[in-house]
């Protein structure tokens, strides 16, 4: 993929400990049938982090 300069393409996992996850702005994969990613989302978003260690 091909980006003008300055400009960046993000994407992240989210998963939780049951090995439950989504992508977002991942690109695809037909090797991995999880692997299909959903859209950023355009509204702020807030995550909490727990660390169970």
């Known amino acids: 993929m091909d980006a003008a300069a300055g400009t960046s393409t993000i994407g992240f996992r989210l998963q939780d400990q049951g090995n439950k996850a989504v992508n977002y702005g ?28």
């Open 26 to 53: 991942l690109p695809d994969s037909d090797s991995d049938s999880d692997s299909d990613s959903r859209p950023i989302p355009t509204c702020p978003a807030t995550l909490t982090i727990t660390d169970l260690a």
